[in-house]
């Protein structure tokens, strides 16, 4: 069975680089299908995974061939600023020695070498790809429709994946072989039971609960927002996955999300949203004592009391109280790691890494309080790039950028946001046909 695995794996990886370079439309669409599918991946030190294979063609295929430059490209030197800042600063940590006491004690846990003598170039590769597949997105000037519709359906396939997981688990019905589930989850063979419950969490294909929340979070805003076949039963289906991720942050981001399209929104999509997630949350804390224990476990006292949250994330709260400088310049792409290290129990540090869970925290961990005003200054510049009808789906994507893991959250957005920025308006329409053709150059959208 786990060779049908490999050559699943492979054939998909093959299908990403032959369409990469002949049909951009399908490309992009398989793309941003495969983006909710986390777990499926190939263990080499790190998980390569589908999501970093995409990033790289992403930006190979915009270098051969994107054509014009217009005015809009300028404020990519915002993005140059920022990788080079991200280069330099990991550059001068790793080669000047100043965490080899770390790292050895990194090496002595288990980490691979992946993790820690070759961290630089994963990290900056791993980092950097994700990070220009807005620019490179705008370049392609690829069909925003492509990327939603791929995205929306790869969320429903894993949400419908995730439903008959959860009914396995509490019926024991057939369910996946064990080494399959081991190479999907890393851990749990693929079922994530809450503790000190019978209740299961739904984690789909996405690798953890939180990963396939980020995917859902971002999908039903996309519904929310852009005009989608058969909106309203795939929000009542990814808004019941996300309630039975269990995922805290999920909810969380997605109420701030919702908020903010409300401000802008007077459409019955986000109550229908909304109804649906409180609907089943409601009712399942009035019937089931087990889920009144996880509304507040899970959400009253971990709102309560921040440094509760994923314990590689309170590891930061520690280390801004105990050694504050550090979070001043930040310590490299992944450096943050080994600071870490010292604030985890011995069975977290075995499991091989303890990056900040989320981008806001990660972005803080790796490059300091210098990286969140070059983030901050990169959001701004991209913001005003909008047109003033998607300026406010921008601002609403926020929350689901910085509350949400990277790997997941991420590429999606930022495919989404070059997308968007390629058109300007009047060519919007065209751009959300139905995804199809082959490669196409368009004209680009000029300041």
């Keep these: 069975m786990i060779a049908i695995y ?34 499926i991946g190939v263990e080499i030190g790190v998980l390569l995974n589908f999501e970093k294979i995409i990033a790289v063609l992403f930006v190979v295929t915009a270098l051969m061939f994107y054509r014009a430059r217009t005015a809009r490209q300028t404020w990519f030197y915002a993005f140059a600023v920022l990788l080079g800042y991200m280069f330099t600063l990991t550059l001068i940590m790793f080669v000047g020695g100043g965490l080899d006491l770390q790292i050895n004690h990194a090496m002595n846990a288990g980490w691979g ?94 690798g953890e609960p939180k990963h396939a929340a980020a995917a859902f979070v971002f999908a039903i805003l996309i519904l929310m927002w852009f005009p989608v076949e058969g909106k309203k039963w795939k929000i009542s289906v990814l808004g019941v996955a996300l309630v039975l991720t269990l995922s805290t942050s999920g909810w969380v981001a997605f109420f701030v999300a919702f908020a903010l399209t409300m401000l802008y929104r007077k459409k ?124 406010a789906f921008y601002v609403a994507t926020i929350p689901v950028l910085v509350l949400l893991p990277r790997g997941v959250s991420l590429p999606a957005v930022l495919l989404l946001w070059g997308s968007l920025l390629a058109w300007n308006r009047p060519q919007l329409q065209s751009a959300f046909e139905a995804p199809g053709g082959s490669r196409q150059r368009v004209a680009r959208t000029t300041a």
């Design 113 to 206: 070498t992946a993790q820690t003598t070759f961290r630089l170039p994963v990290q900056i590769a791993s980092q950097g790809f994700t990070w220009m597949l807005l620019p490179t997105a705008c370049l392609l000037a690829i069909r925003p429709s492509c990327v939603i519709y791929g995205f929306v359906w790869g969320n429903v396939c894993n949400a419908l994946f995730g439903f008959y997981q959860v009914l396995a688990a509490v019926f024991g019905l057939p369910w996946l072989p064990e080494e399959i589930l081991t190479k999907l989850s890393g851990e749990n063979g693929g079922q994530f039971q809450v503790q000190h419950t019978d209740l299961f969490r739904l984690s789909g294909l996405a």
């Design 268 to 391: 019955m999509v986000p109550f229908l949203v909304a109804g649906t997630l409180l609907l089943v949350i409601g009712v399942g804390y009035v019937v089931s004592d087990q889920v009144n224990f996880i509304v507040n476990d899970r959400v009253l006292l971990r709102l309560a009391d921040p440094s509760s949250f994923e314990y590689k994330d309170s590891a930061i709260l520690d280390v801004a109280r105990e050694d504050p400088e550090i979070l001043i310049t930040g310590v490299g792409a992944g450096g943050i790691d080994f600071y870490l290290m010292r604030w985890v129990r011995e069975d977290q540090l075995e499991r091989g890494s303890v990056s900040p869970t989320y981008i806001g925290t990660e972005i803080l961990g790796d490059y300091g309080l210098i990286g969140i005003v070059l983030f901050g200054f990169l959001l701004y510049k991209i913001g005003g790039q909008f047109d003033p009808n998607m300026r």
């Design 6 to 39: 490999y050559i699943a794996c492979v054939l998909i990886a093959l299908s990403l680089c032959t369409l990469a370079f002949n049909n951009q439309d399908k490309f992009t669409f398989l793309a941003a299908f495969l983006l909710p599918f986390q777990g």
